[in-house]
């Protein structure tokens, strides 16, 4: 069955302090790798997108790899205001997205 | 519009009643998807919609549960005889395939 898991379930860092969250996945024929982050009270807010093994891709404090089971998204330097929800979802051949159930990120100051 | 917009974003019925949200998508994205959240929870899949495909309702959890699509525009949920397990936030999102999907802010429904 095709499944997207996400460890840690949830993961306090002091600001400053760098980690990484994983994204599995066993989906056959990947269409793509997508990283959201999510507020509460709100709708994900879409960060990366990553099609192939090797790929990586930056933005701010924030940078997502993948290789050919996995994902990794990386802080670095992580403020208060990354404090989140960050879901990461497969897309295969002509289907949906699979959402995995999310790493929730609390960043003390 | 800017982004993907839902209405209304804030829904209480009582058990029983027929409830619809709407969905009104980034201008020119061809798919749409519709997925639940329930509180502390996950996203849901319910329904996606590919252009002028048959829809993929695979997710959709009950035959009180359907969804319309009008070309490449707005869709609607609707929810019939509502359960008070149907409460919960129904998002929205478009996408142009094969890039990443934008989602609204969601419907919180709240069924008494």
């Known amino acids: 069955e095709d499944q997207v898991t996400q460890s840690p379930e949830a993961l306090r860092l002091q600001e400053g302090e760098s980690s990484s969250l994983n994204c599995s996945y066993t989906v056959s024929g990947l269409r793509g790798l997508f990283w959201y982050r999510q507020d509460p009270g709100k709708g994900p807010e879409f960060l990366f997108t990553l099609y192939s093994a090797g790929e990586e891709k930056e933005k701010e404090r924030l940078k997502a790899t993948l290789t050919k089971k996995e994902s990794f998204l990386h802080i670095t330097a992580p403020k208060p205001e990354d404090s989140a929800t960050y879901l990461c979802a497969v897309r295969y051949y002509g289907q949906n997205f699979v959402f995995g159930p999310g790493t929730r990120l609390s960043v003390l100051p | 519009g800017a982004g993907v917009s839902q209405s209304p974003s804030n829904k209480v019925t009582e058990k029983g009643k027929d409830v619809e949200l709407r969905c009104d998508p980034i201008s020119g994205h061809t798919a749409l998807y519709w997925y639940r959240q329930r509180l502390g929870q996950g996203l849901e899949f319910l329904i996606y919609f590919q252009g002028n495909s048959a829809p993929d309702k695979s997710g959709l959890p009950s035959d009180r549960f359907s969804a319309e699509r009008t070309g490449e525009s707005v869709s609607t949920l609707t929810i019939q005889r509502t359960q008070q397990e149907d409460s919960a936030v129904y998002l929205c999102?478009?996408?142009?395939?094969?890039?990443?999907?934008?989602f609204g802010q969601g419907t919180r429904l709240t069924v008494v």
């Open positions: 999102a478009s996408s142009l395939d094969p890039s990443g999907a934008f």
